[in-house]
């Protein structure tokens, strides 16, 4: 297959361009775009040929169900069953970084929800994702749009790196500005599951709901035979190609560590922005500084793809804080790293 690339400036956004996009959609097809979190593999959401579709473009398995993505709040109403809950919580987040799971009405395919009752909506505030969804009409059900494994992406390079002859087209938009999935929550009753943190974080959650529970999944290894509360859980996930090991320990420790370990293994460190100069003759990579959880949000999966182009014995990585925005990148590094942590001391 022959892919497009449609280059759109995200501060100046071209209708014909989006336009184009959106007939791509319209005809059941595949189009890559950019959202403010990572880059979404669209299709037209009432179309089970459509969804069938991404599954294969990313090698998907056809049980994990997909977000459908919506131009307005009020559109959740021609795919679910929507509660006061919800618009409180769109009301407070939306457009933006926060999918909410509720019970799906039938114009819904079931290819699209892995075969669950249920369905994710999301928002998304990215003007080139808006406008799309807006000039095709229909909601957008859309993956993160890397093949299935890989780390989310972040840049559009990494979406044709990974997509490229497999998608009818890619919008090249520039950077996400988030750099981590959407935080999803499932409505029950009158109370939330967290089942992925992302930007939308557990306390701002609160300031609208006062459950919110965190299902065990976002911290803990799933139990053998355990059935997770969201498909996505039980999948291999961001997994590098060489093992990610987390450090957990005082900082001087870790320094006097990864320099050990450097002279005897080809090891690469993603280190905060004021240990670069402390690890020089160490290979790394530099994710931010120690509190700036914004940035290493930012820079993570791009720092996770550059590790495969290294041959590496081992990638070391700090353990991050589970506070605030620290958990959503916690989530996604434990994963990364197989629940590996190893306690520095010296
Ligand atoms: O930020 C994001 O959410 C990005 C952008 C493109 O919007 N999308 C994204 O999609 O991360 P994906 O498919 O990579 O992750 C969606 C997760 C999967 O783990 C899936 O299992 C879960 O959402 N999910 C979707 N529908 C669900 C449902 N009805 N019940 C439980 N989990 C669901
Ligand atoms: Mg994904």
Not at 87 to 114: C, D, H, Q, R, W
């Amino acid at each position: 297959m022959q892919t497009q690339i449609i280059k759109i400036d995200p501060e100046k956004i071209d209708n014909e361009k989006i336009n184009q996009s959106a007939s791509i959609l319209r005809e059941g097809r595949l189009v890559a775009f950019p959202t403010e979190t990572v880059y979404g593999l669209g299709a037209i959401a009432t179309d089970p040929n459509a969804a069938k579709k991404i599954y294969a473009a990313k090698g998907r398995p056809s049980d994990n169900p997909l977000i459908v993505h919506i131009a307005t709040p009020e559109d959740a109403e021609k795919y679910a069953y929507t509660s006061p809950l919800y618009y409180k919580l769109a009301n407070a987040f939306m457009p933006g970084p926060l999918t909410v799971i509720m019970e799906k009405k039938s114009s819904v395919p079931s290819e699209v929800t892995g075969g669950l009752n249920t369905v994710a909506l999301r928002c998304p505030s990215h003007p080139i994702a808006k406008a799309i969804i807006e000039a095709t009409g229909i909601g957008i059900a859309a993956p993160s749009a890397n093949l299935s494994g890989s780390p989310s992406p972040t840049e559009s390079h990494h979406v044709i790196s990974d997509l490229s002859g497999r998608v009818d087209a890619i919008i090249d938009g520039g950077s996400a500005e988030i750099g981590l999935e959407s935080t999803i929550v499932k409505i029950d009753g009158n109370s939330l599951t967290l089942l992925r943190p992302g930007a939308i974080t557990r306390d701002a959650l609160l300031c609208v709901c006062e459950e919110v529970n965190i299902a065990a999944a976002v911290t803990d290894a799933l139990k053998e035979n355990e059935k997770p509360l969201s498909p996505g859980m039980k999948y291999r996930h961001y997994a590098p190609n060489a093992p990610l090991v987390l450090l957990d320990g005082e900082k001087q420790d870790i320094i006097n560590f990864l320099i050990k370990k450097a002279e005897e293994q080809n090891i690469l460190v993603l280190a905060y922005s004021e240990e670069i100069s402390l690890l020089s003759n160490v290979n790394t990579i530099d994710v931010g500084t120690c509190n700036d959880l914004q940035t290493q949000a930012k820079r993570l999966f791009a720092a996770l793809r550059a590790a495969n182009e290294l041959e590496l014995d081992t990638i070391y990585a700090h353990l991050p804080t589970q506070e605030g925005l620290g958990l959503a990148l916690y989530n996604r590094m434990i994963r990364a790293a197989a629940h590996t942590v190893l306690k520095v001391t010296n």
